[in-house]
């Protein structure tokens, strides 16, 4: 059963616009949750990590919002631009030590055209 | 700089056939891991290592065997491949809460 659901599948947005990204989960316990960029053949680049039972973090025009209570995180990428076409990942650590496992999304695709 | 490498970085073998996939980390990372990456699923876990000469199993370990000779250095065997195990293949490094991850294999089977 997919623990981590990422919604929507994918997306096309015009350079400059803002967009939002969502994921749902049902991991238990939840220790973190962190979002992945992963280019098109390329390895998952870290793009933040989010840890509080209400969280949030910026990383330049990256921000993200963690919520343990609904289980639910989003990232926001601002003024888009064509370079953020790729993949972004959700991941959910259920520990913070080595006994842990990572649960992943499937990604939302993410493209951004003229 | 933090790296994990992997190659290659492509593959193509036959069914029946016999693959090696190579890892190496030079981060000084106790734990390492190899991963599965096929479209529609999220990464799964194959096998995973906390050190040379141990071995964990994964989620989805059937199939696949494992190896760590040296800290640095992590293989992942299929000694008879199926089509079944065509997917992209990612190796990482590093505790649960900060993973860095090589730039894949990707492996097809005919």
């Known amino acids: 059963k997919t623990q981590v659901e990422q919604s929507p599948q994918s997306l096309v947005v015009r350079q400059g616009e803002n967009c939002v990204l969502q994921c749902n989960y049902s991991v238990t316990p939840d220790n973190h949750l962190r979002w992945f960029k992963q280019d098109t053949g390329k390895g998952l680049v870290s793009l933040t990590v989010l840890v509080d039972q209400k969280d949030k973090t910026s990383n330049g025009r990256y921000s993200a919002t963690l919520d343990k209570d609904a289980k639910h995180s989003t990232l926001h990428i601002t003024a888009t631009l064509l370079d953020d076409t790729a993949t972004y990942i959700c991941?959910?650590?259920?520990?913070?030590?080595?006994?842990?496992?990572?649960?992943f999304g499937a990604g939302t695709q993410l493209i951004v055209i003229p | 700089e933090a790296a994990v490498t992997q190659s290659p970085r492509n593959k193509v073998t036959v069914t029946g056939g016999n693959v090696t996939l190579s890892c190496r980390q030079t981060?000084?990372?106790?734990?390492m891991y190899w991963y599965r990456q096929d479209t529609g699923h999220g990464l799964r876990l194959i096998h995973y290592s906390y050190g040379a000469g141990n071995l964990q199993i994964g989620d989805v370990p059937d199939g696949y065997k494992a190896t760590r000779t040296t800290q640095e250095d992590f293989f992942l065997l299929l000694e008879l491949a199926s089509p079944s195990q065509t997917s992209l293949y990612f190796c990482a490094s590093g505790d649960i809460q900060a993973p860095l991850f090589g730039e894949g294999t990707r492996l097809s089977v005919l």
């Open positions: 991941v959910v650590g259920d520990r913070g030590s080595a006994l842990g496992r990572l649960h």
């Open positions: 981060n000084s990372h106790n734990y």
